[in-house]
């Protein structure tokens, strides 16, 4: 199993220098993606992963940094040549969200269709609304649970957690400090985790409504100072900054702030290949 980010920024303002967090894990031909915000086909393109090979997509959850694509990577995979199903998982309403946007592309999907001679689109999609945590699902390549992790207003964000013969990797979605995501991360290979570093707190404090955004920050999301702790409790081998905020912080600075964490960091940069052992 390979492990690339696809992106590693944080929040849906688009940057130069990262695409919206999302990252690619690569088992032999087939491809599992976690999120797909704005530009998530591009990245697999520039990483050298063909999205035909896309198997399966998961979604933590609605904030569109992380679910602008959920139409557009299928019908990509589907227009570089897929037939074979993609499963689609992510907390409710995944189901009604990709509808909807299927919809909306109808108009291409039935001239596409009838200009390419291609088997219709919709039905190689198989979505599911995850109302439980646990086991997602599993074959003979890979096991995926998830959790629920801590992102309010949203009744369910999700963690989740890929293992497979060749390593472990769980990604932490958007949320605060979770037990349930420590519990998830226990002793896997590698956390991806998403981190807020405090220059971004102090940059509002001069901003309009800066003290009701930084009490969002704070309650919704993971300041660095935490990050290192979490990891450590979880036993995991590799740490993965991402979901970074802000995006122009240098490496030093992220690494500077963490603390309490013995094992090995990286800070995350699109198109990165991160050893997964
Ligand atoms: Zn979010």
Same mark, same amino acid.
């Given at each position: 199993?390979?492990?690339?980010?696809?992106?590693?920024?944080?929040?849906?303002?688009?940057?130069?220098?990262?695409?919206?967090?999302?990252?690619?894990?690569?088992?032999?031909?087939?491809? #599992?993606?976690?999120?797909?915000?704005?530009?998530?086909?591009?990245?697999?393109?520039?990483?050298?992963?063909?999205?035909?090979?896309?198997?399966?997509?998961?979604?933590?959850?609605?904030?569109?940094?992380?679910?602008?694509?959920?139409?557009?990577?299928?019908?990509?995979?589907?227009?570089? &040549?897929?037939?074979?199903?993609?499963?689609?998982?992510?907390?409710?309403?995944?189901?009604?969200?990709?509808?909807?946007?299927?919809?909306?592309?109808?108009?291409?999907?039935?001239?596409?269709?009838?200009?390419?001679?291609?088997?219709?689109?919709?039905?190689?999609?198989?979505?599911?609304?995850?109302?439980?945590?646990?086991?997602?699902?599993?074959?003979?390549?890979?096991?995926?649970?998830?959790?629920?992790?801590?992102?309010?207003?949203?009744? #369910?964000?999700?963690?989740?957690? %890929?293992?497979?013969?060749?390593?472990?990797?769980?990604?932490?979605?958007?949320?605060?400090?979770?037990?349930?995501?420590?519990?998830?991360?226990?002793?896997?290979?590698?956390?991806?985790?998403?981190?807020?570093?405090?220059?971004?707190?102090?940059?509002?404090?001069? &901003?309009?409504?800066?003290?009701?955004?930084?009490?969002?920050?704070?309650?919704?999301?993971?300041?660095?100072?935490?990050?290192?702790? %979490?990891?450590?409790?979880?036993?995991?081998?590799?740490?993965?900054?991402?979901?970074?905020?802000?995006?122009?912080?240098?490496?030093?600075?992220?690494?500077?702030?963490?603390?309490?964490?013995?094992?090995?960091?990286?800070?995350?940069?699109?198109?990165?290949?991160?050893?997964?052992?």
């Amino acid at each position: 199993m390979r492990l690339v980010l696809l992106g590693t920024g944080g929040g849906p303002r688009p940057s130069g220098t990262r695409f919206p967090s999302s990252q690619a894990l690569v088992i032999g031909d087939r491809v #599992i993606v976690v999120d797909c915000g704005n530009g998530v086909a591009k990245q697999l393109s520039s990483a050298g992963i063909s999205p035909r090979n896309l198997s399966d997509l998961l979604l933590t959850h609605h904030h569109v940094d992380h679910s602008a694509d959920l139409g557009y990577l299928p019908l990509i995979s589907w227009v570089e &040549g897929r037939s074979e199903t993609i499963g689609i998982y992510g907390p409710p309403p995944t189901v009604g969200a990709l509808e909807s946007i299927l919809d909306g592309y109808e108009e291409d999907l039935r001239k596409r269709t009838a200009s390419t001679g291609r088997p219709p689109f919709r039905p190689m999609l198989d979505p599911h609304d995850i109302v439980v945590p646990g086991l997602v699902f599993e074959d003979d390549d890979v096991r995926v649970t998830a959790a629920f992790v801590d992102h309010p207003p949203f009744e #369910i964000a999700l963690g989740y957690r %890929i293992d497979s013969a060749s390593g472990s990797v769980v990604v932490s979605g958007d949320t605060a400090p979770s037990p349930n995501l420590v519990d998830l991360a226990r002793g896997a290979d590698v956390l991806i985790h998403e981190v807020v570093h405090p220059s971004a707190i102090t940059k509002l404090q001069n &901003g309009t409504n800066a003290s009701t955004i930084a009490d969002h920050i704070r309650r919704n999301h993971t300041m660095l100072a935490d990050v290192g702790a %979490i990891a450590e409790q979880a036993g995991v081998r590799t740490l993965v900054l991402s979901h970074l905020v802000p995006h122009d912080v240098d490496d030093g600075d992220w690494l500077a702030g963490l603390g309490g964490f013995s094992g090995r960091t990286v800070v995350g940069r699109d198109l990165l290949e991160v050893d997964i052992r």
